[in-house]
């Protein structure tokens, strides 16, 4: 019994962080239409995570990171690259179309893997990705013959750079994930995006401060969205395995879609729709590859846990 209980509750604090994970597109979009600047939100919600995360990152030995070279090159990937195209793009698209591009991120990775780690990609990986990126040209490509670099193709675009640049950063990561607990690197991570992103505001002549109705969704955005659901998929993984819980964790695009569809009151068009299902059909089929192959990344990752006691953040933990 207790056991089918350990389960239970593992698989109900995946999927909530999954969830969570979603909703951070969602809320970030709600608070840029509420005429919140780009920068402004990024560099708030980013403070609420790492302020969120510092505890945590304390009981774990702290802020301090090794490895200064790689350190450099993965927060300009992570803390400045990242963010700021991200939320620019955000401003620009729609909230549907800012989650639905969160699939780039695993293809990106596995990308860049291949090419600085000479990491195996099997050419069912291979198809997936190209479905997935397809999915994500088509679900951005403008309606009735108009400019790709405007609107909302362009503001996908930009959040296409962003996932680039956080890809690199998942690469450099694993690195310094060597000998750095996970929440010390989101929490610097977060950190340092913030105070970019303040220096980018100011810079661009955008207002650093916000109105008191946009707290809650910085909160939401940063401190749970952002940090709890980091705190749910360890807690998770602890229960159902790393395997699982990171499939699990795979689905955040299915719960962001519901949640801007029903917090947002956007629709759906045939176009979206067709573009999130080759996606979806995409990410399903990485998750098959993974499970598939026990030579992959994924039982290269186990292996590295098992002599290092790190584990990396999971994707999409922005």
């Given at each position: 019994?207790?056991a089918?209980?350990?389960?239970?509750?593992?698989?109900?604090?995946?999927?909530?962080?999954?969830?969570?994970?979603?909703?951070?597109?969602?809320v970030?979009?709600?608070?840029?239409?509420?005429?919140?600047?780009?920068?402004?939100?990024?560099?708030?919600?980013y403070?609420?995570?790492?302020?969120?995360?510092?505890p945590?990152?304390?009981?774990?030995?702290?802020?301090?990171?090794?490895?200064?070279?790689?350190?450099?090159?993965?927060?300009?990937?992570?803390?400045?690259?990242?963010?700021?195209?991200?939320?620019?793009?955000?401003?620009?698209?729609?909230?549907?179309?800012?989650?639905?591009?969160?699939?780039?991120e695993?293809?990106?990775?596995?990308?860049?893997?291949?090419?600085?780690?000479?990491?195996?990609?099997?050419?069912?990986?291979l198809?997936?990705?190209?479905?997935?990126?397809?999915?994500?040209?088509?679900?951005?490509?403008?309606?009735?013959?108009?400019?790709?670099?405007?609107?909302?193709?362009l503001?996908?675009?930009?959040?296409?750079?962003?996932?680039?640049?956080?890809?690199?950063?998942?690469?450099?990561?694993?690195?310094?994930?060597?000998?750095?607990?996970?929440?010390?690197?989101?929490?610097?991570?977060?950190?340092?995006?913030?105070?970019?992103?303040?220096l980018?505001?100011?810079?661009?002549?955008?207002?650093?401060?916000?109105?008191?109705?946009?707290?809650?969704?910085?909160?939401?955005?940063?401190?749970?969205?952002?940090a709890?659901?980091?705190?749910?998929?360890?807690?998770?993984?602890?229960?159902?395995?790393?395997?699982r819980?990171?499939?699990?964790?795979?689905?955040?695009?299915?719960?962001?879609?519901?949640?801007?569809?029903?917090?947002?009151?956007e629709?759906?068009?045939?176009?979206?729709?067709?573009?999130?299902?080759?996606?979806a059909?995409?990410?399903?089929?990485?998750?098959?590859?993974?499970?598939?192959?026990?030579?992959?990344?994924?039982?290269?990752?186990?292996?590295?846990?098992?002599?290092?006691?790190?584990?990396?953040?999971?994707?999409?933990?922005?």
């Amino acid at each position: 019994m207790m056991a089918k209980r350990r389960l239970f509750l593992g698989y109900a604090a995946a999927l909530g962080s999954a969830a969570l994970v979603g909703l951070f597109t969602v809320v970030n979009k709600w608070l840029l239409v509420g005429n919140m600047p780009a920068l402004t939100a990024g560099a708030w919600t980013y403070g609420a995570a790492g302020v969120a995360l510092i505890p945590w990152a304390f009981r774990r030995g702290g802020l301090r990171l090794r490895r200064p070279g790689i350190t450099a090159l993965w927060l300009l990937a992570g803390s400045v690259l990242g963010p700021s195209l991200y939320f620019l793009g955000l401003s620009l698209t729609s909230g549907v179309q800012g989650v639905l591009m969160i699939n780039l991120e695993a293809v990106f990775t596995s990308l860049l893997a291949f090419l600085l780690f000479r990491e195996r990609l099997s050419g069912s990986a291979l198809t997936a990705g190209a479905m997935i990126v397809a999915g994500g040209i088509w679900l951005s490509w403008p309606a009735g013959g108009g400019g790709i670099l405007v609107g909302n193709a362009l503001g996908n675009l930009l959040i296409a750079c962003g996932y680039m640049g956080w890809a690199l950063e998942n690469n450099l990561g694993r690195v310094l994930g060597e000998d750095t607990p996970a929440v010390t690197l989101v929490c610097v991570k977060a950190l340092a995006a913030a105070v970019v992103m303040a220096l980018l505001a100011l810079v661009f002549k955008q207002p650093l401060a916000i109105e008191r109705q946009a707290v809650p969704g910085v909160l939401v955005s940063g401190a749970v969205a952002l940090a709890l659901s980091l705190a749910l998929f360890y807690w998770a993984m602890g229960r159902i395995g790393a395997g699982r819980a990171g499939l699990i964790s795979s689905t955040s695009s299915l719960w962001g879609v519901l949640a801007a569809l029903t917090l947002l009151g956007e629709s759906l068009s045939a176009q979206v729709l067709t573009g999130g299902l080759l996606m979806a059909l995409g990410l399903g089929l990485f998750a098959w590859d993974t499970k598939r192959q026990p030579e992959t990344a994924a039982a290269h990752e186990q292996v590295r846990v098992e002599k290092t006691g790190r584990v990396l953040p999971p994707l999409g933990r922005r």
